[in-house]
């Protein structure tokens, strides 16, 4: 979807050699069947890998040499505060300083790819004060990115509404990026461009606006100055690559006065 295999392909050497980082180090299993699967879904693409390895519990002592060694980097999805704690306890965001080859976040791998990250309570109990919303991450992106929105935006947890009474709270101070499956963000040296659907959560949930524009494009800076509301929520649809410029802008608010079209 929105262009991803043939970006990945272009990022990627012919037939390249994998890391597929676990969420649970003690899940070797479920890890090893991760990778498989995604190893088979990239053949069916085109892309086929020479080899693939699994980071987990069992191969953390030979965390840096495995990454410095492969092409392509892959952050298994799963629980958020596992894979967290994991990452700081083989220093992964140190050995990625150097690295030099490409890093695919998937799910909760996507989210622990910021810095702070901020976890989304997603276990029964998880929705207490208490619980820890934000944690140390990778700091390879400045997007917190908020996973399979169109699956999960309606769930309810501890008896609260997982968006509305909890994720938006917490976003109060935070920018998040809700992404449904099919949307991602990709980062190079040179810039960040969102591609698919995305809702902004910042400061709460207010206002509805739709516009496509690249994410670090100066338009956005300009947009975020025209609309001054503190509290809002963005939608960006169906966006095709345009460089600093508006390819087509519509502005709502939740109680249908059109701003802008």
């Known amino acids: 979807a929105n ?32 990778a498989a699967i995604t190893t088979a879904a990239f053949a069916d693409a085109g892309i086929a890998f020479s080899g693939y390895q699994v980071l987990d519990g069992t191969t953390v002592h030979k965390a840096y040499g495995m990454i410095s060694h492969c092409d392509f980097v892959v952050l298994c999805g799963g629980h958020v505060p596992t894979q967290n704690a994991f990452f700081r306890k083989i220093r992964l965001r ?9 890093v695919m976040g998937i799910s909760a791998g996507s989210m622990n790819l910021a810095n702070p990250v901020y976890v989304q309570p997603e276990e ?47 976003s109060m101070g935070h920018s998040f990026i809700a992404l449904p499956d099919g949307s991602y963000i990709y980062q190079d040296h040179e810039e960040q461009t969102l591609l698919g659907k995305a809702y902004r959560l910042k400061n709460g949930m207010n206002v509805y606006r739709t516009y496509r524009v690249p994410v670090s494009s100066p338009v956005m800076a300009e947009l975020e100055t025209f609309f001054s509301d503190p509290r809002s929520v963005f ?22 006065d059109k701003y802008v079209e």
């Open 3 to 34: 262009g991803f295999v043939d970006r990945i392909r272009g990022c990627l050497p012919a037939n390249p050699n994998v890391v597929f980082v676990a969420s649970d180090p003690k899940d070797h299993a479920g890890t090893c069947q991760f």
């Open 124 to 170: 029964p109990g998880e929705s207490h004060p208490d619980f820890p919303r934000f944690a140390p991450g990778l700091g390879v992106t400045r997007y917190q990115i908020l996973p399979h929105y169109q699956k999960v935006k309606d769930n309810i947890l501890d008896g609260k509404r997982l968006y509305e009474d909890i994720t938006f709270a917490d």
């Open 94 to 102: 140190h050995i990625l300083q150097k690295y030099q080859g490409v």
């Open 235 to 256: 939608a960006v649809d169906d966006y095709q690559k345009v460089k600093k410029n508006i390819h087509s802008i519509s502005v709502y608010t939740l109680g249908g």
